[in-house]
Protein backbone atom coordinates (compact mmCIF):
# COMPACT_ATOMS: atom_id res chain seq x y z
CA UNK A 1 0.00 0.00 0.00
CA UNK A 2 1.18 3.56 -0.82
CA UNK A 3 -0.07 7.00 -0.23
CA UNK A 4 1.64 9.67 -2.98
CA UNK A 5 1.14 12.86 -1.62
CA UNK A 6 1.54 16.00 -4.15
CA UNK A 7 0.89 19.13 -4.00
CA UNK A 8 2.62 21.32 -1.24
CA UNK A 9 4.76 24.26 -1.59
CA UNK A 10 5.17 28.03 -1.00
CA UNK A 11 2.36 30.06 -0.74
CA UNK A 12 1.87 33.38 0.50
CA UNK A 13 -0.94 34.34 2.81
CA UNK A 14 -4.27 34.46 1.59
CA UNK A 15 -3.37 32.17 -1.37
CA UNK A 16 -5.22 29.02 -2.89
CA UNK A 17 -2.94 25.48 -2.70
CA UNK A 18 -4.55 21.81 -3.77
CA UNK A 19 -2.98 18.70 -1.91
CA UNK A 20 -3.59 15.23 -3.92
CA UNK A 21 -3.01 12.08 -2.79
CA UNK A 22 -3.09 9.08 -4.74
CA UNK A 23 -3.73 5.60 -3.43
CA UNK A 24 -2.05 2.52 -4.92
CA UNK A 25 -1.58 -1.12 -3.66
CA UNK A 26 -5.39 -1.30 -2.17
CA UNK A 27 -8.76 0.14 -3.69
CA UNK A 28 -9.37 2.47 -0.81
CA UNK A 29 -13.38 3.95 -1.90
CA UNK A 30 -14.87 1.61 0.85
CA UNK A 31 -12.54 3.61 3.70
CA UNK A 32 -11.90 6.60 5.28
CA UNK A 33 -8.84 8.74 4.26
CA UNK A 34 -8.16 12.24 5.39
CA UNK A 35 -5.04 14.77 5.87
CA UNK A 36 -3.30 15.51 8.89
CA UNK A 37 -0.28 17.91 9.31
CA UNK A 38 2.58 18.50 11.72
CA UNK A 39 4.26 21.74 12.07
CA UNK A 40 7.75 22.53 13.87
CA UNK A 41 7.50 21.49 17.05
CA UNK A 42 3.50 20.95 17.81
CA UNK A 43 1.62 17.29 17.15
CA UNK A 44 0.65 15.98 14.27
CA UNK A 45 -2.95 17.28 14.15
CA UNK A 46 -5.99 16.12 12.23
CA UNK A 47 -7.05 18.31 9.35
CA UNK A 48 -10.47 16.86 7.55
CA UNK A 49 -11.56 13.45 7.50
CA UNK A 50 -13.85 12.14 4.13
CA UNK A 51 -15.77 8.69 4.51
CA UNK A 52 -16.78 6.27 2.40
CA UNK A 53 -20.16 8.16 1.74
CA UNK A 54 -18.63 11.23 1.29
CA UNK A 55 -18.96 12.57 5.11
CA UNK A 56 -16.32 15.29 6.41
CA UNK A 57 -15.34 16.31 9.21
CA UNK A 58 -13.15 19.42 9.62
CA UNK A 59 -10.96 20.43 12.62
CA UNK A 60 -12.70 23.88 14.02
CA UNK A 61 -9.91 26.16 12.30
CA UNK A 62 -9.88 24.93 9.25
CA UNK A 63 -13.53 24.94 8.61
CA UNK A 64 -14.49 27.74 5.99
CA UNK A 65 -10.99 27.37 4.38
CA UNK A 66 -10.17 23.98 3.47
CA UNK A 67 -12.40 21.23 1.52
CA UNK A 68 -11.69 17.82 0.98
CA UNK A 69 -12.93 15.37 -0.90
CA UNK A 70 -12.31 12.24 -2.74
CA UNK A 71 -12.55 10.84 -6.53
CA UNK A 72 -12.93 6.93 -5.65
CA UNK A 73 -12.17 6.10 -10.01
CA UNK A 74 -9.02 7.84 -9.45
CA UNK A 75 -8.19 6.06 -5.74
CA UNK A 76 -7.18 9.87 -4.60
CA UNK A 77 -8.36 12.55 -2.15
CA UNK A 78 -7.40 16.25 -2.10
CA UNK A 79 -7.30 18.86 0.04
CA UNK A 80 -8.56 22.50 -1.00
CA UNK A 81 -6.66 25.16 0.85
CA UNK A 82 -7.82 28.91 0.41
CA UNK A 83 -7.00 31.82 2.88
CA UNK A 84 -3.85 30.48 3.45
CA UNK A 85 -2.03 31.50 6.62
CA UNK A 86 1.18 31.92 8.27
CA UNK A 87 -0.05 29.44 10.75
CA UNK A 88 -0.87 26.83 8.36
CA UNK A 89 3.09 25.83 7.84
CA UNK A 90 3.34 21.84 8.37
CA UNK A 91 3.83 18.95 6.79
CA UNK A 92 1.06 17.83 5.54
CA UNK A 93 0.45 13.98 5.49
CA UNK A 94 -2.70 12.15 3.53
CA UNK A 95 -3.52 9.04 5.55
CA UNK A 96 -6.46 6.39 4.95
CA UNK A 97 -8.32 3.15 5.83
CA UNK A 98 -8.77 2.58 9.76
CA UNK A 99 -11.81 3.94 11.71
CA UNK A 100 -12.86 7.49 12.73
CA UNK A 101 -15.39 8.88 15.49
CA UNK A 102 -16.96 12.64 15.52
CA UNK A 103 -13.94 14.14 16.27
CA UNK A 104 -11.16 11.60 15.91
CA UNK A 105 -9.60 9.82 12.94
CA UNK A 106 -6.81 7.20 13.56
CA UNK A 107 -5.73 5.56 9.84
CA UNK A 108 -3.84 2.61 9.20
CA UNK A 109 -1.72 4.35 6.39
CA UNK A 110 0.18 7.41 6.03
CA UNK A 111 1.31 9.19 3.44
CA UNK A 112 5.30 10.23 3.56
CA UNK A 113 3.96 14.74 3.76
CA UNK A 114 4.29 17.19 1.45
CA UNK A 115 5.56 20.19 3.11
CA UNK A 116 3.73 23.67 2.85
CA UNK A 117 5.07 27.14 3.78
CA UNK A 118 2.90 29.93 4.02
CA UNK A 119 4.94 33.20 4.28
CA UNK A 120 3.21 36.51 5.32
Known amino acids: VQLQACGGGLAQAGDSLRLACAASGRIFRNYPMGWFRQAPGKERELVAR???????YYTESMKGRFTISRDAAKNTVYLQMSSLKPEDTAVYYC???????????????WGQGTQVTVSS
Open 50 to 56: ISRGGNT
Open 95 to 109: AAGGFYGDNYYSPDY
